[in-house]
Structure formats: structure tokens, C-alpha cells
């Protein structure tokens, strides 16, 4: 009993000098001791990279806002609604689409509060055509600044070292072509909608939201 009692003793003393020598406890793993070397992204591709996810961010967030205003009771167009909630998070995804990539390449080597930037919102009393409008003014941006991205990683013609084989096919076939149906879905949206409201008026708004 009385053994026990001292290796009882023993531990608590232990136990307490090691609470406070916690900081000498720490774990002291190198930051170099990361595996580098492989990732081979150039650099005017890496910015551009980020700056298109800063543009996807930020597109899904103004499409967040319009879906807050189409939501609004004083509003009540939940089909415009629903829609840009739907936007919204198609944008985020693509977004984090693009980081998921740079992983993959080993090249998220800016701080998470220079690669996660989001621009201010633009907010307006908007109609049912006004916002779809906007959306495809929004998409028009975003594709031409796809396009630039992918002029910029196929780098200087001059050096086929320079040209990002595999990103850029990524973003032609896969990002590009969801970019583009996106754009051709928005616009058959607008003339469906203008013709609804040239014979009907705000009742034409009104029943495109309920078919939305
Ligand atoms: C909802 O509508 C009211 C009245 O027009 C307005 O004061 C408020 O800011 C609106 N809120 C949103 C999120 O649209
Ligand atoms: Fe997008």
C-alpha cells in the first residue's frame, strides 16, 4: 500500500512538472522538412491561378447577394431566388475546383488570406431581367479572364517548356465548356423572359419565377 502510494506521489510531481514545462513540449518539426522540389508551375500561371480563384469567390458571393434580394418578402421571386442560390454555389465550387488543383501541383504557396479574397458586392433594386442580365455580364467577365488565364499558362510560344500542357487542357475542356453552356443556358433565359414581358408585362416575370 504504502509503494503504491509513493509511485502515486511520484506520478502527480511528474505530471506537474510537465504541465509547466509544456512549452519545452513542443513539436519541433523544421518548417524545410516538407518534401520540395517537384512542383513546376511558372510564375505569371501561378498569379493568374489565383487571381481566377479570387474571381470565382467573388462571383459566387454577388450571386449570394442576389439570391438574398430575390429572397426578400418584399421582393418574393423565390424561382429568381433559387436560381442564384444554385449560381452561388456552382461559382464556390469552381473555385475551389481551381485550389484543388493548385494542390495537386504542390503550388498553394501563397498564405490562405491572399488566396481566399473575395471583392465587394454590387447591390441594386434589380428586376427579374436586370439581374439576368447582369449574371450574363458577370459570365462574359469571368470567361474572357478563363481565357486569359489559359493564353497566359500556355506561356512564351517560343519556349515549349514554358506552356502548362496539362492545366491548360483542364481549363479549355473541362472549365471553358461548362463556362460556355452556363452562358448559352443564361441567354436563352433572357429572351424567354423579354418575350414573356414584352406580351405580359410583370406578369410574365411572374410566371417565369414559378417556372424557374
Ligand atoms: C428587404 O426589403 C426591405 C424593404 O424594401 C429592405 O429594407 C431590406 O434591406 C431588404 N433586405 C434584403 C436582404 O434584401
Ligand atoms: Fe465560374
Known amino acids: 500500500m504504502m509503494k503504491f502510494f509513493a509511485s502515486f506521489c511520484l506520478l502527480v510531481v511528474l505530471a506537474a512538472v510537465n504541465v509547466s514545462q509544456a512549452d519545452n513540449l513542443q513539436c519541433n518539426i523544421k518548417s524545410n522538412a516538407a518534401f520540395k522540389g517537384w512542383p513546376d508551375m511558372k510564375e505569371p500561371c501561378i498569379r493568374s491561378m489565383r487571381e481566377q480563384i479570387q474571381k470565382e469567390i467573388s462571383a459566387s458571393m454577388q450571386y449570394l447577394a442576389m439570391a438574398a434580394y430575390f429572397s426578400n418578402d418584399t421582393v418574393n421571386r423565390p424561382g429568381f431566388a433559387e436560381h442564384f442560390f444554385k449560381a452561388a454555389r456552382e461559382e ?110 410583370e406578369l410574365g416575370e411572374f410566371l417565369f419565377d414559378k417556372n424557374m
Open 92 to 201: 464556390r465550387e469552381h473555385g475551389a475546383k481551381l485550389v484543388e488543383y493548385l494542390s495537386m501541383r504542390g503550388e498553394l504557396t501563397d498564405t490562405v488570406k491572399n488566396l481566399i479574397k473575395v471583392m465587394p458586392v454590387k447591390v441594386k433594386s434589380w428586376s427579374g431581367l436586370s439581374a439576368l442580365e447582369d449574371a450574363f455580364k458577370l459570365e462574359t467577365e469571368v470567361t474572357k479572364s478563363i481565357r486569359d488565364l489559359i493564353k497566359t499558362c500556355e506561356g512564351n510560344s517560343k519556349k515549349a517548356d514554358d506552356n502548362d500542357y496539362h492545366l491548360v487542357d483542364y481549363l479549355t475542356g473541362v472549365y471553358l465548356e461548362e463556362q460556355l453552356t452556363g452562358q448559352r443556358e443564361l441567354a436563352g433565359k433572357i429572351t424567354t423572359l423579354e418575350k414573356m414581358m414584352a406580351s405580359q408585362g
